[in-house]
């Protein structure tokens, strides 16, 4: 399994960013999905998860309200739909996968996840 995010970059706060990470397999169905997040000298944090089925999601207390995160499993892809961006939401952002035999649970752990993709810079301007 091969993850590949896109969609980083340089905004100014208050403005909006998507998020893309596609998934390299036959079906994205049955792996739970997630985005980290690691800002310099800090570690990585779990930013929002869904579960497989797409119904479950899961934002820690700093983004919710403002960010989104959602899935097109015929497409093998997920989504962070990021508005109202603040200098603190600058971060390399990872897009993460795990196989879950439960349509409804996310993971939120850093060391539940096996698939990793690159990283994908995201830089917020005051």
């Known amino acids: 399994v091969q993850l590949q995010a896109s969609g980083g970059g340089l905004v100014q706060a208050g403005g909006s960013l998507r998020l893309s990470c596609t998934v390299t397999r036959r079906t994205f169905d049955n792996y739970a999905t997630s985005w980290f997040r690691q800002a310099p000298g800090k570690e990585r944090e779990v930013v929002a998860a869904v579960s497989w089925s797409g119904v479950v999601t899961y934002y820690t207390d700093s983004v919710k309200g403002r960010f989104t995160i959602s899935r097109d499993n015929a497409k093998n892809t997920l989504y962070l739909q990021m508005n109202s961006l603040k200098p603190e939401d600058t971060a390399v952002y990872y897009c993460?996968?795990?196989?879950?035999?439960?349509?409804?649970?996310?993971?939120?752990?850093?060391?539940?996840?096996?698939?990793w993709g690159q990283g994908t810079l995201v830089t917020v301007s005051s």
């Open positions: 993460a996968a795990k196989r879950s035999l439960y349509s409804s649970n996310y993971y939120t752990r850093l060391d539940s996840y096996h698939y």
